[in-house]
């Protein structure tokens, strides 16, 4: 059975000439304007600029509006709603607008990008962005962990999606968030930094220092309540010592084995970052204003809906489509050869 569409909420359509673009996208590999004219074989580059500076003005409610109409379109079960934040590398990029410098996982320091907080959903082996934010402290005033709240609050108490849980990375596990979500009686899991102050019995410690049992340990989280804690190998060493990373959980009565398939689920962000990245160029766009940032960023959304609906209903991967349309070259703009335009 399928959840019926709220009223209100009505997807903007993915248009020919959007999936043309993120054709070109796809073949041509960089989110240069000058290229995907060319590609499209437009001898001046200001429709494509046109179409870019159009999605730019959707932007946040374009993939709003397609996000909750997918959820809304799966099969029903269990919704796991998943935050997590990106950083789009522009190490060059100083004249670039939202550029910050910021940590990177990808490059394991700090460095000169575009950071991007999402909001998605996973159904089963649906994986749907629900929203996003461009962190801009400097002109909002807003944090990452602000950001987040904010899509929460979104996603809770407008759309009224009720989650299994709410999974979230280390960044995330600020105590004003997990207490929020405590008060809407929305259960969650969390990351957790090795120097977080927890008490277990009467002794206030950090967890690195907690003997932590495999099937994990119930302690209390320094301003935030009663959490299970466990704690899951990472890496080892050179000599030989395991490195930890350590998750918290608001059910106490999760096992191991629960947790981990948790940890999975939030794995598929991960997933969507690197399509967005590789497939998409979401971070190797060359534009510098504001509004057209925010049109490639939306476009890497739109263009994951339809990368997303192809995997589940024809079988074919995001990175088999686009090894496909590259050996077509310019013959993949023919509808009949190129599976988008199908969607």
Do not use: C
Request: glycine share 8%; aromatic share 12%; net charge positive.
């Amino acid at each position: 059975m399928k959840r019926p569409l709220p009223q209100g909420h009505f997807a903007l359509r993915i248009g020919a000439m959007m999936k043309r673009i993120l054709t070109a996208l796809l073949v041509v590999g960089k989110g240069s304007i000058k290229l995907i004219s060319e590609f499209l074989g437009h001898k001046r580059h200001d429709k494509v600029w046109r179409w870019i500076r159009k999605i730019g003005r959707e932007g946040y409610e374009s993939v709003m509006r397609e996000g909750i109409k997918q959820l809304m379109e799966v099969e029903e079960g269990p919704i796991y709603l998943v935050i997590d934040d990106t950083v789009l590398d522009k190490i060059w990029g100083y004249k670039t607008a939202w550029v910050y410098k910021l940590y990177s996982g990808r490059h394991k320091r700090v460095i000169r990008g575009i950071g991007v907080v999402v909001l998605m959903a996973v159904v089963g082996e649906w994986r749907i962005p629900l929203t996003f934010r461009i962190y801009r402290k400097k002109e909002d005033g807003k944090s990452r962990i602000d950001l987040a709240r904010e899509m929460l609050e979104w996603a809770l108490e407008e759309v009224k999606i009720e989650p299994a849980y709410v999974l979230m990375d280390t960044w995330y596990a600020s105590k004003d968030l997990l207490k929020y979500l405590q008060q809407k009686g929305v259960r969650y899991m969390v990351g957790v930094r090795k120097n977080r102050n927890i008490k277990v019995g009467n002794t206030w410690m950090h967890v690195e220092d907690v003997d932590i049992p495999e099937e994990g340990i119930v302690v209390y989280l320094k301003g935030v309540g009663k959490v299970k804690l466990f704690a899951f190998p990472e890496s080892v060493k050179n000599d030989g010592q395991g490195k930890n990373k350590y998750f918290v959980t608001s059910n106490t009565e999760d096992t191991r084995e629960d947790v981990e398939k948790l940890r999975k689920i939030r794995w598929k962000i991960e997933e969507m970052f690197k399509i967005l990245k590789q497939l998409f160029s979401a971070d190797t766009f060359f534009v510098r204003v504001p509004i057209a940032i925010l049109g490639f960023i939306t476009l890497a959304f739109r263009g994951f809906f339809l990368l997303e609906r192809l995997r589940l209903s024809k079988g074919i991967s995001p990175f088999s489509l686009q090894q496909r349309l590259r050996w077509y070259g310019r013959a993949a703009l023919q509808p009949n050869r190129n599976p988008l335009f199908s969607v």
